[in-house]
């Protein structure tokens, strides 16, 4: 199973505190099933700031401990990157890190009350240079779950969305997994991470989602979540059941 978002990292972020936190959060991971693990650690949120060059050597630097330590736990680099008017300009710059080797694609936060209203010409520059946004736990973003529907637009650009563990098994509130299940519904997400922050704060329960997810609709469903991660991971292009519009009646905020 490969995790694609996870704060794991020691000592950088609001994550893993230091190298002993990292080291229950990988345990807890290699519990859950998880083999692969995409660290991304906030970047430009407006607390945090982890570049590139930076964080290749902080992975580096825990994968040779958990090497050390016989821990079956492949990590990966990256970044979850909040959206900003000079992203493309970081870009060029080399300070993102991308989900997969062939930089193509990225995951990408939104404020958590706000959708910018710089977002869709960002994404079509970035979709015309051949990148894929992942747009990170809309689920909790408020206009979203004020109107999932708004999720269409950026997904017919080709846009992804991934959904957080934790809030479909219900960590967040009910309001947010009654979004985060019509989310998965009608397939306006195409994967789900743990967005994992600690053991005994932001669990992974990655797990436990798959298994809601397989008895709510069919383990089909999960392998097909499977799969977009692998895809990303490797740099291929994902293949998903289209997503259906939420009626309005099946949605009472709106």
Do not use: W
Request: aromatic share 8%; charged share 25%.
């Amino acid at each position: 199973m490969i995790d694609l978002h996870c704060h794991i990292l020691p000592g950088i972020d609001d994550g893993a505190e230091d190298l002993a936190a990292s080291i229950a959060m990988a345990e807890k991971a290699i519990s859950q099933g998880i083999t692969h693990i995409l660290c991304t650690p906030h970047h430009n949120n407006g607390s945090y700031i982890n570049p590139k060059a930076e964080v290749l050597a902080h992975v580096a630097k825990l994968q040779a401990e958990l090497d050390r330590r016989n821990l079956p736990l492949t990590l990966f680099e990256g970044q979850e990157v909040r959206i900003t008017g000079s992203l493309i300009d970081e870009i060029k710059q080399d300070r993102i890190l991308f989900a997969d080797v062939s930089d193509t694609y990225i995951l990408i936060e939104f404020p958590t009350m706000d959708v910018p209203a710089y977002t869709e010409q960002l994404f079509f520059d970035l979709r015309a240079m051949g990148k894929v946004p992942i747009i990170v736990h809309p689920e909790r973003n408020a206009k979203f779950r004020e109107d999932p529907n708004r999720l269409i637009p950026y997904l017919e650009m080709g846009c992804l969305a991934q959904l957080t563990a934790p809030s479909y098994v219900g960590i967040f509130g009910k309001s947010i997994q009654k979004t985060a299940k019509l989310m998965v519904e009608h397939h306006l997400v195409q994967m789900v991470a743990s967005d994992a922050h600690g053991v005994h704060k932001r669990n992974f329960y990655l797990k436990e989602a798959f298994e809601e997810i397989s008895h709510d609709f069919s383990p089909d469903l999960v392998q097909q979540m499977e799969q977009v991660a692998k895809d990303i991971i490797n740099g291929d292009k994902t293949n998903f059941p289209t997503y259906r519009e939420v009626k309005k009646k099946k949605f009472g905020l709106f």
